[in-house]
């Protein structure tokens, strides 16, 4: 079997304490940690190893990313943008790790379950980037507009009888975009942990030792997809969401 849903580990009065729930505080303690050593260089000295990898993500993110639609507002949300990125990459790839069985077993659980498990493989915790990210998104446009202009601001400049119309359909998309960002994210990454889990599991289902080669060259090949997906996911989750932040900040729009 392969779990696709959070499990308690421990209850804290009425609040039950998740798998998941101590993945994220792991992922936040661990950014917490290691970020602030990529900037801890003496003046002037040329960034390598991990501060270059994190500098050069960084400044990709800024560069090509935040100033090409956020303009001048970039600076602005460019520590949401990072924070955005490195967090859901930082769960993604704790749940290529064991960590979710180390937890399990710490906890005195019997775990039966193959396969890892992410935290953004639960679509209540991308549901919650989701509308962390729907906040900042129209929150930046009541900001900026007022809240009688940010309607305003939804319609362009159509005949009077076709404002109703655009005027619905944009405050539809704007709840449609960040349910879009949390399904886009979670089943992606759910898809890949069920296909591995998949792969592993046909091992005990013929036994056979040429079955179980197969497999397990097969599930190092997804797992090195699997890897490239959980960077490229925390990109596009970022990347969306800087391009509706600039939607909605644009006077063209």
């Known amino acids: 079997m392969h779990e ?4 308690p580990i421990f209850h804290i009065g009425p609040v039950a304490v998740t798998n998941h729930m101590i993945m994220m505080t792991i992922a936040a303690a661990l950014l917490i940690l290691f970020l602030p050593l990529a900037v801890r260089r003496e003046k002037n000295l040329v960034p390598r190893g991990w501060s270059n990898a994190v500098e050069s993500v960084c400044i990709f993110l800024r ?11 970039a600076d602005k ?6 924070t955005l990125f490195f967090f859901i990459l930082a769960m993604n790839l704790l749940g290529m790790t064991p960590i979710d069985k180390i937890i399990f077993m710490l906890t005195g659980g019997n775990d039966i379950f193959i396969g890892g498990s992410a935290a953004t493989a639960n679509i209540w915790i991308t549901g919650t980037l989701a509308v962390m990210a729907f906040c900042v998104i129209n929150g930046s446009g009541i900001k900026k507009y007022g809240p009688i202009g940010f309607f305003r601001h939804l319609v362009p400049k159509v005949p009077v009888f076709l404002v109703p119309i655009i005027l619905v359909l944009e405050i539809v998309s704007m709840f449609v975009k960040p349910v879009a960002l949390a399904v886009r994210l979670f089943a992606n990454i759910l898809a890949g942990h069920l296909l591995l889990a998949t792969l592993i599991g046909l091992i005990f289902v013929f036994k056979n030792i040429f079955v179980a ?27 969306l969401t800087t391009i509706f932040i600039g939607l909605i900040l644009s006077e063209e729009h």
């Open 4 to 7: 696709v849903v959070a499990r």
């Open 213 to 239: 080669g197969a497999s397990i060259a097969i599930v190092v090949a997804m797992s090195l997809l699997e890897l490239f997906v959980a960077f490229l996911q925390a990109y596009i989750f970022t990347f």
């Open 63 to 73: 560069e090509e990313v935040a100033r090409p639609f956020l303009g001048e507002y």
């Open 77 to 82: 949300y460019i520590f949401y943008i990072w």
